[in-house]
């Protein structure tokens, strides 16, 4: 099957060739940062995690999002993702690669990353996370590439795939809870410690996932002439619509707790991520740009002549999925770690050569999901044809 | 009857997969080393049950301004465990330094309060805390606790994955962004330089203990601010002056259970 992403028209291997371009960048970047150390990048003392951990965090999300699409496909046989099913697990595939990609380049001495399992560490969380990490990431890649040889041979999928199935299923959610205890377990972080990230944390992932997911069959069927139908477009508008709606009220609830309480630490982060702390605004023209987009989101998503019509559909899809991007990219982390513990601002922007190697790491994911979709497009374009000749 | 080729190369991968598996299993189990023999103090050592610190910050006042300014103890720290001075602050690295009390003591601020406290200069280092954040993070103990307190750091094992700063909520902790060496105007041979992409901390001069002698800090205070002792024993000098005297610890409602005091 492999061998279909290596036959494809001139637009595809241009792609190819563009994010090839953009991660040969991003390595040779990765390497001054091998040689140097992670002082090439804008992270100091008090910002120690920073845009890397960033994006790992975000995609944690987007892998775990899958699960809104397989859950209903094989849980409850809604026949409506049939076509959509292969697409969401193929993503949650790249997401994780990017993720592990991401915790990787972000160590100080990535050669003794088996570190961490050759002296295992139980009361450590990040233990847990690279279980629950490369555990979906076999799992995704055990039932979608099950199903997708199946449906090329023309045959129902193994029996044994199913347990594994409601496995990746019941796993899904763990991979972000687990991520959310990486920071909400920390004392003295108080934009942090709070019982409501990981609940935050799931449905900013299942509403930016699936509006992923809509941008990305909306360009599949541009590009490639695959359609996932009109039912699968309206279902998903309607997830990303209810998980958006209880990701904006996790984040009211959570700032009500925080400026009717008036706890001056607890406020510090609020302040300086949308007004300013002493005199340092660095994130606020990007956190009210977030505002104003879940504000067009909202519109767009809860109107529904909007929702259903695919091209707003589309534009909502990229408003939440850029506010979330801001507001778990940039947003989690600096505000994690500013005003800090001190309670004092040390401003954190990133510099070129970390963002061009995170600009790599997502080329890197992307070329990952092109491959993937291009063998479930051919398989599905071969099935077509064949069938065409049959009747013929 | 005849074994069918399917059949025997099924066998094969199977025997070979089991065997690589038990084999890197036993390996990942037994750790593949000798075990570490667990630090034993030489003969002469200082012991102690809970090692902790008093900083008396009156009498840093009483040094004036000249001893504040050049702090004889930061410089020792410094010297003794080639801490680079990186003129960059978002890259520095210290183990020991002076800051104000609304820094120290963030959740303390108040105006009037700060009319008496602003001119004491609060020394901060690693807390050496009885129930550590940072350690309990850390995913491969990397950072550990000694029998007597000490927070450790092992710069060999550490992977730089820098939770142990996340978690720590005193900002003691310094990574080391880039090369340290070249900051390092002289290299005492006595203690390890680090690596890039290693964390590093206070370690209550445990190499010193060993030698029966007190940390460098507290040694070279010429105003004789900075007390070390065992927490645990009552008659021990630190506890003395923590009868007598009031003392606050940083951040104390988190429950770590700081071994650094300041009295005032």
């Not at chain 1, 699960?67 to 193929?90: A, Q």
Request: glycine share 6%.
């Amino acid at each position: 099957m492999l061998e279909y992403a290596l036959k494809g028209t001139k637009k595809y291997w241009l792609w190819v060739f563009f994010l090839a371009i953009l991660i040969l960048i991003g390595f040779s970047f990765y390497y001054q940062q091998l040689e140097v150390g992670l002082g090439i990048t804008g992270m100091s003392r008090d910002v120690s995690w920073a845009f890397y951990i960033a994006n790992f965090t975000f995609l944690v999300g987007i892998a775990a999002s899958a699960v809104t699409i397989v859950l209903p496909y094989y849980w409850h046989n809604h026949k409506v993702y049939g076509k959509m099913t292969l697409v969401g697990e193929f993503l949650a595939v790249a997401a994780i690669t990017m993720c592990l990609l991401f915790v990787v380049i972000d160590m100080g001495q990535p050669m003794r990353v088996f570190n961490v399992i050759r002296y295992p560490t139980p009361n450590s969380i990040l233990f847990y996370d690279v279980i629950v990490l490369n555990g979906y990431l076999i799992l995704n890649l055990i039932c979608a590439w099950t199903v997708l040889h199946s449906y090329y041979k023309g045959v129902a999928y193994p029996s044994w795939l199913k347990p594994v199935i409601f496995l990746a299923i019941m796993w899904a959610p763990l991979i972000h809870i687990v991520t959310a205890f990486i920071y909400q377990g920390l004392p003295g972080r108080h934009y942090w410690l709070t019982a409501i990230m990981a609940p935050k944390f799931l449905a900013s992932a299942f509403c930016s996932g699936p509006a992923l997911l809509v941008i990305l069959a909306s360009l599949l069927k541009k590009v490639a002439n695959f359609d996932i139908g009109d039912k699968a477009f309206e279902t998903l508008g309607k997830t990303v619509t209810y998980f958006y709606l209880v990701f904006i009220g996790f984040y009211l609830f959570e700032v009500f707790t925080v400026f009717y309480s008036n706890i001056p630490g607890h406020k510090a982060p609020f302040q300086y991520l949308f007004i300013g702390f002493e005199g340092h605004a660095e994130w606020v023209p990007f956190m009210w740009t977030a505002v104003v987009l879940a504000l067009i989101a909202l519109i767009l998503l809860i109107n529904p002549a909007t929702r259903k019509k695919e091209t707003t559909l589309v534009l909502a899809c990229l408003a939440v999925f850029f506010s979330a991007y801001i507001e778990k990219g940039i947003g989690l982390i600096t505000g994690g770690f500013t005003p800090n513990a001190f309670e004092t601002v040390t401003p954190y922007r990133p510099t070129f050569p970390e963002a061009m190697i995170t600009l790599g790491v997502w080329a890197t994911g992307f070329l990952v999901l092109t491959i993937l979709y291009k063998l479930v497009l051919e398989v599905e374009r071969r099935k077509n044809l064949a069938v065409k000749l049959q009747k013929n | 009857m005849a074994i069918k080729r399917r059949t025997f190369l099924k066998l094969l991968g199977i025997g070979s997969i089991s065997t690589v598996s038990v084999a890197g299993l036993g390996n990942l189990l037994s750790q593949a080393e000798v075990k570490a023999v667990e630090h034993k103090a030489p003969e002469g050592a200082l012991k102690a049950q809970r090692w902790g610190m008093v900083i008396d910050v009156k009498k840093c006042i009483e040094a004036g301004s000249d001893c504040m300014n050049n702090c004889p103890a930061i410089q020792a720290c410094h010297s003794t465990h080639n801490v680079p001075n990186i003129p960059d602050k978002k890259k520095e690295i210290k183990w020991i330094w002076s800051d104000s009390f609304e820094h120290a003591f963030p959740e303390l601020r108040d105006e009037r309060v700060m009319e008496h406290l602003s001119k004491f200069p609060f020394l901060l280092l690693c807390n050496h805390c009885d129930n550590p954040p940072c350690v309990r993070v850390c995913p491969t103990k990397a950072t550990f606790k000694r029998s007597d307190g000490i927070i450790m750091m092992d710069f060999h094992r550490c992977i730089g994955c820098r939770f142990c700063m996340a978690g720590c909520p005193y900002g003691s902790r310094s990574f080391n962004w880039i090369d340290p060496r070249p900051y390092i105007s002289k290299v005492n041979p006595e203690f390890p330089t680090r690596t890039p992409g290693v964390v590093e901390k206070c370690l209550f001069c445990y190499q010193r203990l060993d030698e029966g002698k007190l940390p460098a800090c507290v040694e070279a205070c010429t105003a004789k601010a900075l007390l070390f002792g065992d927490l645990n024993d009552p008659n021990s000098e630190v506890r003395q002056i923590l009868k007598e005297r009031f003392a606050i610890r940083r951040k104390v409602e988190l429950g770590t259970n700081p071994s650094v005091y300041y009295v005032i």
